[in-house]
Nanobody, 123 residues
Framework: QVQLVESGGGLVQAGDSLGLSCAAT????????MAWFRQAPGREREFVAA????????NYADSVKGRFTISRDNAKNTAYLQMNTLRPEDTSIYYC????????????????WGQGTQVTVSS
């Protein structure tokens, strides 16, 4: 069983930066592919970014490529999402997710989810 807890959300202005964290248990964190998804009001949850077990392999949605960076620290059992040059359309609840072994871009492939953290970007 994996438990995920996101933190770091908040209210920022367009153009600002914000960092999210996803703390995971148990200590076998390194065997899981990790991803961030987001869901805006009235919209489907969508893929944002994913990272492989070692942190070398990453993948991003086109809408965030060049602005967001996903990373992980296996020693701290934590995944991160650094968001720069935020836009009002980035306003969403952000969720981290974990699955055994490789990452996926498809939310249905993820067995473990955090509770979400709200990110609001004002114009």
């Amino acid at each position: 069983q994996v438990q995920l807890v996101e933190s770091g959300g908040g209210l920022v202005q367009a153009g600002d930066s914000l960092g999210l964290s996803c703390a995971a248990t148990p200590r076998t964190f390194s065997i899981y592919g990790m991803a961030w998804f987001r869901q805006a009001p009235g919209r489907e949850r969508e893929f944002v970014a994913a990272i492989g077990r070692t942190g070398i392999s990453t993948n991003y949605a086109d809408s965030v490529k060049g602005r967001f960076t996903i990373s992980r620290d296996n020693a701290k059992n934590t995944a991160y999402l650094q968001m720069n040059t935020l836009r009002p359309e980035d306003t969403s609840i952000y969720y981290c997710a974990a699955r055994s072994w490789s990452y996926s871009l498809t939310q249905d492939d993820y067995a473990y989810w955090g509770q979400g953290t709200q990110v609001t970007v004002s114009s």
